[in-house]
Every structure is written in C-alpha cells, then in structure tokens.
C-alpha cells in the first residue's frame, strides 16, 4: 500500500493506471476506521484492479458547533487495518492541499433530499459532503464509488450528485455493518462510554422492533413510530428525528408502502448517532 498526500500525485499515478485498462474502485473516509469502512475496501477490492481509500477529515462538512476538532484522527491504527486488506493507495491529503486559501467553488445539491432528516439539523453538511465528494471523485477519477447504506441519505445525495453531474461512476451502497449486538459501527462510537455505549443500544433496538411490527401489520404508521419514539426517549438523551420515509425522495409516509426507510438521529450524551433500516413488505 502506498500512501500519496499530494492531489496531483494520485491523479497521475492513476491516470497511467487508466491508460491500462485497469479499473480504479474508491472507497472515501474520515478515517478511525473499522469493521463498516473495511467491508466497502473489500468490495472494491472484489470488484477492482486497483482499490483506492482516502482518509480526510472534511473540514466543510462541519457546522461550527459540530465535533470537528474532536474528530478521531488515528492514522498508525488506520493504516494497520488497510494493510490487512488489499490497498493499493491510500490517499491522506492535507487541508490546504484541498482547500486552498484561494477555493471559492462549492457543489449544493438543492433538492429536498439534502434539506431533510441530518439536512435539516446540520445545514450546510450535505454541501460540505458533495463539494468534497466532487472533488476526491475529480483526483480518483474512479470506476466504482464504494459508500455505506449506515449513512442512507449521504448516499442519495451523493447518487443524486454524480447523476446531476453526470459523473462517469458507479455508485455502489453496500449493507450496514453492525456490532453483534446490533449497534451500527461508527467512528464516533469511540466517544461512548461503558454507560452511554450500553444506552446506544437503543437505536438499532427501536428500528428493529419498528421493522417488526411493520412486518407484522401492527397498527398505522403514525401510532406505531409514536410508540417507538416514546420508548427510545426513555433511554436516548434527545431524539432529533425518527422519521419514516420513502426510500427514494426521502419524504415522509404517511401510510405503509411496499419499501420504506426508517432512519433516526440520536443523541446519547454528547455523542450524536445516526441509523436507519430498510424495510421491504412482502
Ligand atoms: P465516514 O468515515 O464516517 O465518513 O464513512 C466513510 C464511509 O463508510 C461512508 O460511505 C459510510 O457510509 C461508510 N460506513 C460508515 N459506517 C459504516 C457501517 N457501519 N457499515 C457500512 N458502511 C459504513
């Protein structure tokens, strides 16, 4: 595996590898990565010549009062994981080699998907997220872009970009890895304590038994996520949202439909959770 903090490096290094025929898969993170990053770096490295994971800390997909200084940043650890698996390039660009001082361009994706649900609390994010997506997709110039279904709406967004856009990628959404006791892995769940890392529970908890009862036509829409929203605020310190929605606009259901996502935003102490699942009725 060989590290590259410089854009223009990369973009030529693998321009050569286009030029072979090799096909670029290319798997983007903020790194303190685990069990969820590593399954989308093994799927690229299926389905790819050459696997690129590039680990940068957004800056712009931060809001001022968000946990941007306290982002994880472990790069020893990262880089030991990603030796495990087959990494070609492992791409860790500076700020400025980013954002430099004279970067005036940003990409909005300004439909509806990017102003609800983690738009609607964090404005200014999913600008954050296509700008620096846009950009890592401009240098990598991938075949296959690898991203996780844990952070749904990103992935729609992103989608919605690269269509918008007509970028010339693959957009790949690959399942949820959880812990064996249900938590959807995180980086940030290296912020919970014993106490709070036990009350996170309660999210995946919440989603499955809404699945559940989903399966089982138990009651209306409204009456059921009530009742889960209830229960969660009983463990949970703030409920953001928990929505149930269609799994393409991303609008809220009002009654039950073929295939429906719920998603919610969670915080347990300081640390703000996010997870949804993807509900299919037969
Ligand atoms: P992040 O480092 O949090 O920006 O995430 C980088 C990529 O990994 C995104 O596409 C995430 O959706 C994906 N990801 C994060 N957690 C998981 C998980 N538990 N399972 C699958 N993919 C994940």
Redesign the pocket.
């Known amino acids: 595996m060989k590290m590259i903090r410089s854009p223009q490096r990369l973009q030529k290094i693998l321009e050569k590898g286009r030029l072979r025929k090799k096909t670029v898969g290319f ?6 990565l ?1 069990e ?2 590593l ?2 770096v093994r799927s690229a490295d299926r389905e790819n010549d050459i696997t690129v994971v590039s680990i940068f800390v957004n800056p712009s997909q931060f809001g001022p009062h968000e946990d941007y200084m306290k982002y994880p940043r472990v790069l020893g650890a990262d880089k030991r994981l990603l030796q495990k698996c087959k990494v070609d390039y492992l791409f860790c660009p500076s700020v400025p080699a980013i954002y430099p001082q004279d970067h005036a361009t940003c990409v909005a994706v300004g439909t509806e998907l990017a102003r609800v649900l983690c738009g609607k609390f964090r404005p200014g994010h999913f600008q954050g997220v296509a700008t620096v997506v846009a950009k890592l997709l401009n240098i990598v110039g991938p075949n296959r872009l ?6 749904y709406q ?2 729609a967004v992103i989608r919605r970009l690269v269509n918008d856009l007509n970028m010339n990628v693959r957009v790949r959404v ?5 812990e064996k006791d249900g938590l ?4 940030r769940n290296r912020f919970l304590n014993a106490e709070e890392r036990r009350r996170a529970l309660a999210l995946s908890h919440a989603l499955f038994e809404l699945r559940r009862s989903l399966l089982k036509k138990k009651g209306t829409l409204a009456s059921l996520k009530a009742q889960t929203v209830r229960k969660l605020k009983k463990t949970v310190d703030r409920v953001q949202y928990f929505e149930i929605v269609d799994p393409v606009t991303l609008a809220p259901l009002k009654k039950a439909k073929g295939k429906m996502v719920v998603l919610t935003a969670c915080f347990v102490g300081k640390t703000r959770l996010i997870d949804n699942v993807i509900i299919s009725l037969p």
């Open positions: 798997v983007p993170t903020m790194g303190a685990h969820g990053h399954s989308l690898y991203l996780g279904a844990k952070d990103q992935a690959m399942p949820t890895v959880r959807a892995m995180s980086s």
